[in-house]
């Protein structure tokens, strides 16, 4: 059904136009993708540009602190991507010599890389017969099969839509479909795929496929007041220098609450985060 529609040419015609599609370079295109998992395009494009500056390959990014690639992560959030960005540079130059594996297998091998971060390697740096399946391309599958599916049903109908087609182009085409048009208040009038949505061709009508179809997130959970911001304001006073056991739940914006400082703190060191000695939590060295 979704091979009926020349994703490619319209991809030609209407893609994005994004630094990291004219790179072919697999360590490029890692950042970008863990940069891109909880960050806005719009957010990432200089902050990928800046990070490659200082951290151009596997071997420079091992070579240096933890800590300096979490002070280059700064204001992106999620800073554990930093950390594992980190642990990924260390294995790729240990286990690999610093050059970037390129099967599947060796790229899900890696710290923090999980099925869609391998996949998106593997097709957009390799440009091999791969399907990346984010929370907007399970949407358009699910809408477009007029069903909810499992998580094995959405890899396999994304790994038959590649047979036969320009991997990297069908790939980046359902990206910026999804980004688009397919949003949980879809737009269906330009989407490409509107002669073939089943959902859209029946009206579109309650209950949405995408409703607990597998690969399709809920809304995020708020952000303030969530441990999440606590755990941010936390790594963003280590970078101006350790923070005492006494200052924590100051500095973590939950003064009168610290007991949940302190768990929340635990929840950074365990990640590799934050070290915490003598009394002081600081940034990893
Ligand atoms: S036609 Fe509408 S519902 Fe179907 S894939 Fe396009 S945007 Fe999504």
Redesign the pocket.
């Known amino acids: 059904m979704l091979d009926a529609v020349d994703l490619e040419g319209w991809f030609a015609d209407h893609g994005r136009d994004l630094p990291w599609r004219r790179t072919r370079d697999p360590w490029s295109i890692l950042v970008s993708e863990i940069m891109l998992q909880q960050t806005q395009v719009s957010r990432v494009i200089d902050r990928w540009h800046r990070f490659l500056d200082r951290f151009p390959t596997p071997a420079v990014t091992a070579g240096a602190p933890v800590a300096a690639v979490i002070d280059e992560w700064s204001g992106l959030g999620y800073n554990r991507r930093a950390v594992n960005l980190h642990r990924c540079a260390v294995a790729v130059t240990e286990r690999f010599g610093g050059t970037m594996p390129a099967t599947l297998d060796e790229l899900l091998s890696l710290p923090g890389v999980g099925a869609y971060t391998a996949r998106a390697v593997a097709v957009f740096a390799f440009e091999q017969d791969e399907a990346v399946v984010d929370t907007n391309v399970a949407r358009?599958l699910a809408?477009?099969a007029g069903r909810t599916m499992t998580r094995a049903e959405v890899q396999r109908l994304a790994d038959e839509c590649v047979v036969g087609r320009d991997p990297w182009a069908w790939n980046q085409a359902m990206l910026d479909v999804g980004a688009a048009?397919?949003r949980p208040d879809?737009?269906?009038g330009p989407?490409p795929?509107?002669p073939v949505?089943r959902?859209?061709l029946a009206g579109?009508h309650d209950p949405d496929p995408a409703d607990g179809s597998a690969g399709v997130s809920g809304r995020q959970s708020r952000f303030e007041g969530s441990d999440r911001q606590g755990r941010g304001r936390l790594v963003r006073a280590l970078r101006h220098g350790p923070v005492a056991d006494e200052d924590l739940a100051a500095v973590m914006g939950w003064a009168d609450d610290t007991s949940r400082a302190e768990r929340v703190a635990a929840t950074l060191v365990a990640d590799g985060l934050t070290v915490h000695v003598n009394g002081r939590y600081l940034l990893p060295s």
Do not use: E
Request: with cysteine; proline share 7%.
């Open positions: 358009i809408r477009t048009y397919c879809p737009d269906c989407c795929f509107s949505c959902w859209h579109g």
